[in-house]
């Protein structure tokens, strides 16, 4: 069992349709037919919404996808048509809601992987294969792989585990072109954000993309959320050790703190605690500085 703690009623403004609520994002259509896109504080973890916020948090989201989107815009499009507040919304909404092209998304989470961690190490240690590619012998947590890797996953529904699937049933599933176009795009933008992140002292070690085509159907475009702390694993450049688990910037002590301290069982059926003010401060810390190191400008919002 897995989804919401609580789960949130979400806001009414008038000239906005809700359409769905995401573990962090709440989704509206306006008048127009375009998206709206609010990024919450809500922490996610285990599959499960946490009943505690990091305060700024979607704020993060947000404005580091912004940054971002600018820095890959080369390779790919992005979603993003205004940031201006609809007429009516909540002050609450400034810098985290952002109004966005409806597009026929891809059931496909790209992820681009340059480092062996998370699922991708579980799957390795049985079979020395992620997604059904072979890799060396002798890897460790947190090694650098020979090259980047496309290992998508079929997108889950609140509550429920995104499934690491292999680049033939990507095929299988939306087509040969569809597939290679998606890899093709998935590594190139891994490659360029890498490369910046590197500059920066930090090792991207792997992230998640979401796309879609535009309404002329034939043009890829990056949506949701782009390299932030929720979709990639930030790690300090100077403390990389193969080996081991990495220091993070990311939600590493709510996890750690859940599995750890909480005393809560994650394989159980009850839902996780509270987080304590001591983890929130921190986490929200760690989003923060991610966004500082990565932009080189500091938190103002």
């Known amino acids: 069992m897995s ?20 573990k962090v994002r709440e989704l509206y259509r306006n008048e127009a037919g375009d998206l709206v896109m609010v990024a919450s504080d809500r922490m996610s973890a285990y599959d499960w919404v946490l009943p505690t916020e990091i305060p700024d948090k979607g704020r993060v989201l ?19 048509i205004s940031t201006e507040l609809p007429e009516g919304a909540p002050a609450d909404w400034a810098g985290r809601t952002l109004v966005c092209q409806s597009l026929n998304m891809v059931p496909v989470e790209c992820v681009a992987r340059g480092y062996l961690t998370g699922s991708g190490l579980a799957e390795y ?46 095929a299988r599933q939306v087509g040969a072109e569809t597939a290679a176009l998606l890899r093709q795009t998935t590594l190139a933008v891994y490659g360029r954000a890498r490369d910046i992140a590197r500059e920066r002292g930090i090792i991207l070690a792997d992230t998640k993309f979401e796309f879609g085509f535009a309404a002329d159907g034939g043009t890829l475009v990056a949506a949701d ?21 990495q220091p993070s910037y990311d939600k590493q002590f709510v996890r750690d703190w859940l599995t750890g301290e909480s005393g809560w069982d994650r394989t159980g ?20 500085e991610a966004y500082e190191l990565l932009t080189g400008a500091p938190w103002n919002f």
């Open 225 to 245: 959320e782009v390299l932030t702390p929720d979709s990639s694993r930030f790690w300090p450049a100077d403390q990389w050790q193969p080996g081991r688990a």
């Open 269 to 288: 059926e009850e839902p996780p605690p509270a987080l304590p003010q001591h983890v929130v401060d921190a986490t929200r810390a760690k989003y923060v």
């Open 125 to 170: 240690r049985q079979t020395r294969t992620v997604c059904g590619l072979a890799l060396p012998e002798g890897l460790v947590d947190g090694s650098e792989l020979p090259a980047p890797i496309f290992t998508p996953a079929t997108k889950a529904a609140v509550g429920e585990h995104d499934e690491n699937v292999s680049y033939e049933e990507v």
């Open 3 to 22: 989804g919401f703690v609580e789960k949130p009623e979400p806001v009414q403004v008038p000239g906005l349709v809700h359409l769905h609520t995401g």
């Open 62 to 80: 947000t404005q580091l996808s912004l940054w971002w989107f600018d820095q890959l815009a080369d390779i790919v499009p992005n979603h993003v």
